[in-house]
């Protein structure tokens, strides 16, 4: 099958570029996706809690607004209104489902994509659009004798709903977002919850609530909906232009965050001394990501809650060993073991001009100019690219919309120009990321340990800066930055 454009993924940033494509006139255009529906993590994220922790009011698209019943939304209700953003601009016919890429290589004579499914499908295209997610490759743990444990298992990307945890014995492992999710959901059902923490996280309270009924006729009304939007971006970036952030290690912001997340500490524990140490981080406050949650804390002073503050060492047929060496008899493990989020694109193969493997260029840790685009890899789009993540938490709708914008005006470029591809200028890539490079050592997360990181210790999932840095960099990169190609280049 051969189409203009092919697009890897049906998440909030595969919809925001279908969206824009129709928008253009592009109507010759395939959204693959390996589920079974769209929505991306929104879809395949549904253990028990599952919600966004930033306010709903920014979580949505600036052109379709949505009247959510809750301050911070559940999964359930996002997953909804992807369904209802799809539908409404025409992006069902554009769908197939059922179908993991495995590999998208780069003709270098015909100056095309060929990109191969699981199922042996493949797809010809002038420009790929990778819009897997940060988020999409679950980091499984290799504990050894984890194959002989005779319980359920299950990752919480995975969620078995099958599996009943009412009077079980649960072992949750991980303190991030997604176990501080599920620990206060499943604790009032289950026997009891072990929760295995390799080292704490910060936390702060979310404050989240439903809307009361006054409220919600608020939100109804459209217009309400995209002033609170635009008030609430414009305070943060306000924020963003008159301070160092609160990542960047030392500002004063820094210490007061960490000094308020401190107190949460002091507050929620003051009887629980022991708890009190084993919670609190020995690392700068937003060394890595920082857990919203109202109710996470007070779950670990249920009686039925017992915090393990040390890694796994290994599982048994009836349960899990710690690093000190005590057994703990549990019947289900959910592993809320995070994901691969430094390794980007590792669901499929990525060959560019000469053969070359996106992997191998990536050996020391992904990067791309302005997080879009790679030299050697022409009309190959990234979406939620390296170094893209942050900016001030403005959501991933925000990015999509305006890297979305990139490639459509790069289409338009090729069409207008009689070009055949757009690669990138290797220079301007190197001189991006070193720069960018270069500011993010100064952050919190240089120094601590978290999921930014490559193992080169290359930061290649954050963004430092504001929004309208971010806004100028996507508007100014791709005509400083990109070169045409026309076939008679490959003779």
């Not at 454009?5 to 592009?26: E, H, N, Y």
């Not at 809750?70 to 996002?78: F, I, L, P, S, Y």
């Not at 997610?133 to 078995?160: A, C, K």
């Not at 006054?214 to 995209?226: C, D, I, V």
Request: one cysteine or more; glycine letters at 10%; a positive charge.
């Amino acid at each position: 099958m051969r189409v203009r454009v092919l697009v890897i993924g049906a998440g909030i940033s595969g919809l925001a570029m279908g969206i824009r494509l129709r928008r253009a006139g592009i109507d010759d255009f395939v959204i693959l996706d390996a589920e079974d529906g769209l929505g991306g993590t929104w879809r395949v994220n549904t253990y028990p809690g599952a919600a966004v922790d930033i306010a709903s009011t920014i979580f949505q698209f600036g052109f379709r607004t949505h009247p959510w019943r809750r301050t911070h939304a559940n999964q359930d209700e996002v997953l909804d209104y992807l369904e209802q953003v799809a539908k409404e601009h025409g992006l069902e016919p554009h769908f197939v489902f059922g179908g993991r890429v495995t590999e998208a290589r780069w003709d270098d004579e015909g100056h095309g994509w060929t990109v191969t499914t699981a199922d042996g499908q493949t797809y010809r295209a002038d420009a790929v659009v990778s819009a897997v997610g940060l988020l999409s490759n679950p980091n499984d743990p290799t504990w050894p004798g984890i194959e002989t444990f005779r319980g359920p298992v299950m990752h919480t990307q995975r969620w078995r709903p099958e599996v009943d945890l009412t009077g079980q014995r649960v072992a949750v492992v991980g303190v991030g977002s997604s176990s501080a999710q599920v620990v206060p959901t499943i604790a009032p059902v289950a026997r009891s919850v072990h929760v295995f923490m390799r080292e704490p996280g910060w936390v702060l309270p979310k404050g989240d609530r439903a809307y009361d009924d006054a409220e919600f006729r608020q939100w109804s009304r459209p217009w309400y909906r995209r002033l609170v939007r635009g008030r609430e971006i414009m305070k943060k970036e306000w924020r963003n232009l008159t301070g160092r952030p609160s990542y960047h290690a030392g500002s004063k912001r820094n210490r007061a965050m960490e000094q308020l997340a401190r107190g949460y500490i002091d507050t929620t524990f003051a009887d629980r001394p022991h708890l009190r140490a084993a919670v609190t981080p020995t690392y700068p406050f937003e060394g890595k990501r920082v857990v919203l949650s109202s109710d996470y804390y007070p779950a670990l002073l249920r009686d039925n809650v017992h915090l393990v503050p040390r890694p796994v060492a290994s599982v048994t047929p009836s349960g899990i060993v710690d690093a000190a060496g005590s057994h703990h008899e549990v019947d289900v493990i959910v592993t809320a073991t995070g994901f691969t989020a430094s390794e980007y694109l590792a669901s499929y193969d990525v060959i560019g001009r000469g053969g070359r493997r996106l992997r191998e260029t990536w050996r020391d840790g992904a990067y791309a100019h302005a997080g879009m685009t790679v030299p050697g890899y022409p009309s190959f789009y990234l979406l939620f690219g390296p170094n893209t993540n942050g900016s001030g938490a403005v959501s991933v709708f925000w990015k999509a919309e305006m890297q979305a914008a990139w490639v459509v005006a790069d289409l338009k470029r090729m069409a207008c120009r009689g070009l055949s591809g757009v690669d990138t200028r290797a220079w301007a890539c190197a001189a991006y990321n070193a720069w960018m490079q270069r500011r993010l050592r100064r952050t919190v997360w240089a120094t601590s340990n978290n999921y930014f990181k490559h193992p080169s210790g290359r930061i290649v999932t954050q963004f430092d800066g504001s929004i309208t840095l971010q806004w100028l960099i996507l508007k100014l990169g791709r005509p400083l930055g990109t070169y045409g190609l026309r076939r008679e280049d490959s003779r």
